[in-house]
């Protein structure tokens, strides 16, 4: 892949940097990636991945715009509010970068479809509202060994890892199992710009992954509070043996089978996309 | 003494469940990082806090 004359202006500000430079570059440019959420967390994390240059970009929503999104969900316009997600995401992105490769998942992911959809990516971004969607997305990106970054936030707080296959825990070595009386940001209330952070950490995650630099939150949890401004990086080295889906004699070893585990149980969590 | 999200706690002898069973903290939604490393969630039976252990409690939230 030659680097074009535009592209060379585009991202010379990555050219400088030693650790992408034209060679990381390039590799993001042929690489793809799979944003499930284009909520809060997905704002942040398109916007950034499509600013850097990842050539390929999957966005996956089965909701439209909302008013009430817009006061966090910063790549949603006022002029797009009744809009599927996914479209209102695509306008932005190409106003970025007309150029990358946009493909819309304008469905809910289910353990039916979930698989087929993350083999076609190189590293997935967890960016959706509930666990249930969460562990629905670990359990499959496990089973298929997909990387993946999580981050989850409600109010002013929330916490990101990365999970690479065989290299260190995942969500389930962590938490145990689903927890499904999790308060939602529609219950708890949410701010945007602390949504942004954790966003913005997981495109970060991404880029690393993409281009092999630095130390991913593979066996660590970034863990951040923008009320008081403590941040803190807690550590889980090893994943754990006895893990129900990454461990040695694993219970959930198909989707469908464990369905009850994603679905929404509780008639108060009617959350949305932070 | 166990120091407990920075405060002294008398939870010597007790394990990881024991010692989260008697508080207000949901199991599912926590990790618990013992002198700096997270404990799998299945061996809280096992794990036994002692004296002059340094533990934090991690909390996870499910939004997005």
New interface residues.
Partial sequence: MAISEQQAKRYARHFSLKEIGVRGQKKLLSSKVLVIGAGGLGSSAILYLAAAGVGSLGIADFDAVDLSNLQRQIIHKTENVGMPKTRSAEIAVKAIDPNIIIRLYDFALTPDNITDIISEYDFILDCTDRFETKFLINDACVIAEKPYSHAGVVRFEGQAMTYIPKKGPCLRCLMGGVPHDAVTCKDAGVIGAAVGVLGSVQALEAVKYLTGVGDLLCGRIFSFDGLTMNVRVHSMPGADPDCAVCGGSPSIKNLAENSRDYFIQSCNNGGDDV | MVLINGTKTDADGKTVEEYISQTDY????I?V?IN???V????YDSTILNDGDTV?I???????
């Fill in positions: 949901n199991r599912s939604r990790a990082e700096g490393d997270i799998p969630k299945s061996k934090e991690v909390g996870f939230v499910g939004g997005g």
